[in-house]
């Protein structure tokens, strides 16, 4: 039994590596690599998988894992901001939908009861699907993703008051308001047990179980408070999936979330795959060859159908047009808990097989748009709202909810690590008025600075969930300054795949680590052995009474020259930092207008200054404002800052008189 069951996953493995990567090269998300793969291996397929039970239940461990790193994402305070979207959006969606559903299975001759069955089908969507993509897209905290996650949660409650009432229709049942009263009384049990461990019990015995030290010893209490909470749910008559989200909820109260997440991520990513699998294997390829017409007018039958009433229900809970269109693009599939739904209807005679295979049909199908259909999201919503429609339509009846600090910050510093370069780096941005988050590791450091108000992120930063969380795709700059030489490459090649245009600033100890970190993609390298030796020059000249404007002159032009030759002999950027590199005695700066400076009031025409000082003015900061290229008729004013491009040297004498002093 044991080797049969490693032989279907390494056939199931290597089968998938080939067929992601034939999607890739086509540019068909790995999502339908892994359907296709569940097709081609499973019973309906080439019948190459012979412990299909097996594979599904390494499935609902995928589940039970993107659940709870969705979870970790969230906070009790993230859910109680989303409970209006969740409960009205939800029972919008799932009423409506119910109702829809439940017509038109009617009108093609469905008896009530088997209609209303099938109005329960399909108002559930997948949960699996939308948020393993939402995450890869980092959008789960955004304004559609808290919407699209609301309702989710309502669909994953409401599909347990869903199996009890199946007996009922199926005329079977009885006592099914006792069983419900019952439902909701453990319901409210498992909450209050939540937001009481998520308060005081689990931050608690992490911070303990932390100071240990051993990362073997930290995932142990991870995996033992998921399991322990999603058994607690599945013993009361929820789902383990909601179980695993609400473990995920009260691990996301203590400051190891982070480090957490990126603990979980590996699990996650390979089980995830095995779900989407068993989700292929499902489908029977010759029902859909010979209905391909009928599957193909029902699947778009139901996105459009699922598209227009979410969209409907984000509506009327008051969110934008163009918010409501996003959350109705990635909830227009059938999701997986309809299977379960399925499965059990068909032993209660409330569907036949064959309407039992076209639904499966039409479930797969809609899953393996999904991906495509979130990938246009975007673009399909930027063209509905160049329609026609009411202002207050367009804007969303409620205001939008309160955004986190981290979530907030666009076009950021992110400084990663918090020793004593990072502490001044902070305090330089804060001065300067650039808007930053921190990362730092150590939980302490990031407790006492979360308490100064500091936007801080606990985690490891060579993992995308943490750069994620600290929000690289909207970035402008990200600084390196720990001192781990492994971990630095870690996070530059994190970052750089990421955000490919990204500019990353890396503090490294020693000159011969620049090579590895220029290949990998940092933009600037700092060695401090090297700018060891420019402090002690500088103290050195300054002892012999050399001017200050010629100490920074010959600085300016020392590191231009030996950065130049430090970057010759590691790796060629196309960097703007790097082309000034490769244009001799050559440098971009920013200098400061000082109000005492001779130069207030004069134009730049009037200075001549490339032919003053062979410098040329690329753009001004005025106000916070940027004016690039500027006219002869602009004019020097206190406090501005001028963008220049020349020669170290000349840059420096152009300070100087910017300063005052000449």
């Given at each position: 039994m044991e080797t049969a069951f490693l032989k279907d996953i390494i056939i199931i493995s290597g089968l998938a590596l080939g067929v992601v990567f034939v999607c890739h090269r086509l540019a068909i998300?790995?999502?339908?690599?892994?359907?296709?793969?569940?097709?081609?291996?499973g019973p309906h397929g080439f019948g190459l998988v012979s412990q299909v039970s097996d594979v599904d239940s390494l499935a609902e461990i995928g589940v039970v894992c993107l659940l709870f790193t969705i979870g970790l994402e969230f906070s009790l305070k993230s859910l109680l901001r989303i409970k209006f979207i969740s409960l009205v959006g939800g029972s919008l969606q799932v009423g409506f939908t119910v109702a829809i559903g439940c017509a038109l299975a009617s009108t093609l001759g469905m008896p009530l009861n088997k209609a209303l069955f099938f109005g329960f089908l399909i108002s559930l969507s997948s949960t699996a699907i939308v948020l393993k993509i939402m995450q890869e897209r980092a959008e789960v905290e955004s304004p559609h993703g808290?919407?699209?996650?609301?309702?989710?949660?309502?669909?994953?409650?409401?599909v347990v008051p869903m199996m009890l009432i199946r007996p009922l229709l199926a005329g079977q049942g009885g006592g099914v308001i006792a069983a419900l009263t019952w439902l909701v009384l453990k319901g409210v049990i498992v909450f209050v047990v939540v937001i009481l461990a998520a308060r005081w019990v689990v931050p608690m015995a992490l911070h303990r179980v932390a100071a240990i030290g051993g990362r073997e010893v930290f995932v142990l209490g991870i995996v033992f408070v998921v399991l322990s909470v999603a058994f607690l749910t599945a013993a009361v008559g929820l789902s383990l999936a909601l179980g695993a989200f609400l473990a995920g909820l009260i691990v996301s109260e203590s400051e190891y979330s982070h480090r957490v997440l990126g603990n979980v991520l590996p699990f996650r990513d390979l089980f995830t795959s095995f779900f989407f699998v068993s989700v292929g294997m499902l489908l029977d390829v010759r029902f859909v060859l010979d209905n391909s017409l009928v599957l193909a007018l029902a699947t778009l039958a139901a996105l459009f159908i699922k598209f227009m009433i979410a969209g409907s229900s984000g509506l009327l809970v008051g969110l934008p047009f163009r918010t409501s269109v996003l959350g109705a693009l990635a909830l227009s599939q059938i999701g997986e808990f309809s299977f379960v739904l399925a499965k059990s209807g068909l032993g209660l005679e409330l569907i036949d097989l064959n309407i039992y295979q076209l639904f499966l049909g039409i479930s797969v199908l809609t899953m393996g748009l999904t991906p495509l259909l979130i990938g246009a999201s975007d673009r399909l919503a930027d063209m509905t709202v160049r329609l026609r429609m009411p202002e207050k339509l367009r804007s969303g009846l409620r205001p939008s909810a309160e955004e986190t600090p981290v979530s907030m910050l666009q076009d950021h510093l992110i400084i990663v690590g918090f020793g004593?370069?990072?502490?001044?780096?902070?305090?330089?941005?804060?001065?300067?008025?650039?808007?930053?988050a921190i990362i730092e590791l150590n939980s302490k450091t990031v407790r006492r600075e979360r308490a100064k108000g500091k936007t801080i992120v606990n985690g490891d930063a060579a993992h995308d969930a943490v750069l994620e969380h600290a929000g690289i795709r909207r970035c402008r700059v990200l600084v390196i300054v720990i001192s781990d030489p492994g971990a630095t490459r870690r996070v530059i090649d994190a970052a750089r795949r990421l955000k490919p245009g990204l500019h990353i600033v890396a503090r490294t100890r020693f000159v011969s680590e620049m090579g590895p970190?220029?290949?990998?993609?940092?933009?600037?390298?700092?060695?401090?052995?090297?700018?060891?030796?420019?402090?002690?020059?500088?103290?050195?000249?300054?002892?012999?009474?050399?001017?200050r404007s010629d100490i920074e002159g010959f600085v300016a032009q020392?590191?231009?020259?030996?950065?130049?030759?430090?970057?010759?002999?590691t790796f060629e950027s196309q960097s703007m930092g790097d082309l000034m590199v490769e244009i001799p005695s050559m440098e971009i700066a920013s200098l400061k207008v000082n109000p005492g400076s001779s130069l207030i009031g004069k134009s730049l025409a009037e200075q001549n200054l490339r032919k003053r000082h062979g410098v040329t003015v690329l753009a001004f900061k005025r106000d916070s404002q940027y004016r690039?290229?500027?006219?002869?008729?602009e004019r020097f004013q206190p406090n501005d800052v001028i963008i220049v491009l020349g020669n170290p040297e000349q840059i420096a004498k152009l300070g100087g008189r910017l300063q005052g002093e000449g």
């Amino acid at each position: 039994m044991e080797t049969a069951f490693l032989k279907d996953i390494i056939i199931i493995s290597g089968l998938a590596l080939g067929v992601v990567f034939v999607c890739h090269r086509l540019a068909i998300p790995e999502i339908v690599g892994f359907l296709l793969t569940g097709i081609l291996a499973g019973p309906h397929g080439f019948g190459l998988v012979s412990q299909v039970s097996d594979v599904d239940s390494l499935a609902e461990i995928g589940v039970v894992c993107l659940l709870f790193t969705i979870g970790l994402e969230f906070s009790l305070k993230s859910l109680l901001r989303i409970k209006f979207i969740s409960l009205v959006g939800g029972s919008l969606q799932v009423g409506f939908t119910v109702a829809i559903g439940c017509a038109l299975a009617s009108t093609l001759g469905m008896p009530l009861n088997k209609a209303l069955f099938f109005g329960f089908l399909i108002s559930l969507s997948s949960t699996a699907i939308v948020l393993k993509i939402m995450q890869e897209r980092a959008e789960v905290e955004s304004p559609h993703g808290r919407f699209v996650v609301g309702i989710l949660l309502f669909q994953d409650v409401v599909v347990v008051p869903m199996m009890l009432i199946r007996p009922l229709l199926a005329g079977q049942g009885g006592g099914v308001i006792a069983a419900l009263t019952w439902l909701v009384l453990k319901g409210v049990i498992v909450f209050v047990v939540v937001i009481l461990a998520a308060r005081w019990v689990v931050p608690m015995a992490l911070h303990r179980v932390a100071a240990i030290g051993g990362r073997e010893v930290f995932v142990l209490g991870i995996v033992f408070v998921v399991l322990s909470v999603a058994f607690l749910t599945a013993a009361v008559g929820l789902s383990l999936a909601l179980g695993a989200f609400l473990a995920g909820l009260i691990v996301s109260e203590s400051e190891y979330s982070h480090r957490v997440l990126g603990n979980v991520l590996p699990f996650r990513d390979l089980f995830t795959s095995f779900f989407f699998v068993s989700v292929g294997m499902l489908l029977d390829v010759r029902f859909v060859l010979d209905n391909s017409l009928v599957l193909a007018l029902a699947t778009l039958a139901a996105l459009f159908i699922k598209f227009m009433i979410a969209g409907s229900s984000g509506l009327l809970v008051g969110l934008p047009f163009r918010t409501s269109v996003l959350g109705a693009l990635a909830l227009s599939q059938i999701g997986e808990f309809s299977f379960v739904l399925a499965k059990s209807g068909l032993g209660l005679e409330l569907i036949d097989l064959n309407i039992y295979q076209l639904f499966l049909g039409i479930s797969v199908l809609t899953m393996g748009l999904t991906p495509l259909l979130i990938g246009a999201s975007d673009r399909l919503a930027d063209m509905t709202v160049r329609l026609r429609m009411p202002e207050k339509l367009r804007s969303g009846l409620r205001p939008s909810a309160e955004e986190t600090p981290v979530s907030m910050l666009q076009d950021h510093l992110i400084i990663v690590g918090f020793g004593l370069t990072g502490q001044n780096l902070a305090r330089a941005a804060t001065l300067a008025s650039i808007p930053h988050a921190i990362i730092e590791l150590n939980s302490k450091t990031v407790r006492r600075e979360r308490a100064k108000g500091k936007t801080i992120v606990n985690g490891d930063a060579a993992h995308d969930a943490v750069l994620e969380h600290a929000g690289i795709r909207r970035c402008r700059v990200l600084v390196i300054v720990i001192s781990d030489p492994g971990a630095t490459r870690r996070v530059i090649d994190a970052a750089r795949r990421l955000k490919p245009g990204l500019h990353i600033v890396a503090r490294t100890r020693f000159v011969s680590e620049m090579g590895p970190l220029y290949e990998l993609g940092a933009d600037e390298v700092i060695p401090e052995e090297y700018e060891a030796s420019v402090e002690v020059l500088t103290r050195v000249l300054t002892k012999y009474m050399v001017p200050r404007s010629d100490i920074e002159g010959f600085v300016a032009q020392f590191r231009a020259e030996h950065y130049r030759m430090l970057r010759a002999l590691t790796f060629e950027s196309q960097s703007m930092g790097d082309l000034m590199v490769e244009i001799p005695s050559m440098e971009i700066a920013s200098l400061k207008v000082n109000p005492g400076s001779s130069l207030i009031g004069k134009s730049l025409a009037e200075q001549n200054l490339r032919k003053r000082h062979g410098v040329t003015v690329l753009a001004f900061k005025r106000d916070s404002q940027y004016r690039a290229n500027p006219s002869g008729e602009e004019r020097f004013q206190p406090n501005d800052v001028i963008i220049v491009l020349g020669n170290p040297e000349q840059i420096a004498k152009l300070g100087g008189r910017l300063q005052g002093e000449g």
